[in-house]
């Protein structure tokens, strides 16, 4: 392959990210995978993403697990918080083998919990930074 051509290439590569980037704003972001063990832990327990980042909670464990930043659903005490401007959530029931997801749009702090093992410490953190 001569020069003129690798270079055509290497343009034509470049214009088709950059029109890619203009036409959705911004690159997709692949999802983030939390593991549910049969620990009664979030693997991990604390994330830091970009807004737009979904995040799948997946149940590997042998119980039924819950993923829950809503403060009237969680138990009385129980640490959820969410950011000024965002939507409380509730994963209902996952059962061992199912996932479930949400995506992260407004940036800052979410404490959330899994409703059946919040007092075995079952807690989880995701901070959405600022984009």
Same mark, same amino acid.
């Given at each position: 392959?001569?020069?003129? @051509?690798?270079? %055509?290439? @290497?343009?034509? !590569?470049?214009?088709?990210?950059g029109l890619l980037?203009?036409?959705?704003?911004? %690159?997709?972001?692949?999802?983030?995978?939390?593991?549910?063990? $049969? %620990? /009664?832990?979030?693997? &991990?327990?604390? %994330?830091?993403?970009?807004? $737009?980042? @979904?995040?799948?909670?997946?149940n590997t464990g042998?119980? &039924?697990?819950?993923?829950?930043?809503?403060? $009237? @659903?969680a138990t009385e005490?129980?640490?959820?918080?969410?950011?000024? $401007?965002?939507?409380?959530? /509730?994963?209902? /029931?996952?059962? &061992?083998?199912?996932?479930?997801?949400?995506?992260?749009?407004?940036? !800052?702090?979410?404490?959330?919990? /899994?409703?059946?093992?919040?007092?075995?410490?079952?807690? !989880?953190?995701?901070?959405?930074?600022?984009?």
């Amino acid at each position: 392959m001569n020069a003129s @051509r690798r270079e %055509l290439l @290497r343009r034509v !590569g470049l214009g088709g990210a950059g029109l890619l980037v203009a036409a959705c704003g911004r %690159l997709p972001v692949p999802p983030v995978v939390v593991q549910m063990t $049969g %620990l /009664d832990r979030f693997d &991990p327990g604390a %994330l830091a993403i970009a807004p $737009g980042t @979904r995040v799948v909670w997946k149940n590997t464990g042998t119980a &039924p697990h819950t993923v829950t930043c809503q403060p $009237g @659903r969680a138990t009385e005490g129980s640490p959820t918080t969410l950011p000024s $401007g965002a939507q409380p959530w /509730d994963s209902g /029931d996952i059962y &061992p083998g199912q996932t479930w997801s949400h995506t992260f749009e407004t940036a !800052g702090a979410y404490v959330y919990v /899994d409703r059946y093992a919040v007092a075995n410490g079952m807690v !989880g953190t995701v901070t959405v930074q600022q984009a």
